[in-house]
């Protein structure tokens, strides 16, 4: 299905990479997402963001990889 719609399969992945892991239990991290730049570099595409901005909890913030080059 990835390939069909010419989307990078790591956009499942790369948040369990060991760097981001370690960051997200030293910051108490709820999860991760990623920016609209980021996703658009995984080929997710036809989306619109509209002051995109995720909410994030104080003691559980939410990482936001922001890059993925």
């Known amino acids: ?8 399969h790591d956009l499942l992945t790369v948040g369990l990479e060991p760097s981001l892991r ?4 030293k910051k108490h ?3 991760w997402t990623y920016s609209p730049k980021a996703l ?3 080929g997710v595409k036809n989306i619109i ?3 995109w ?3 994030s909890v ?3 913030p939410l990482l ?6």
């Open 1 to 8: 299905m990835y390939k069909h719609f010419n989307v990078n």
């Open 22 to 25: 370690k960051a997200a239990i």
């Open 29 to 31: 991290a709820r999860g």
């Open 40 to 42: 658009a570099s995984l």
């Open 49 to 51: 963001f509209n002051q």
């Open 53 to 55: 901005q995720p909410r």
């Open 58 to 60: 104080k003691h559980f």
């Open 64 to 69: 936001i990889i922001k890059d993925v080059n």
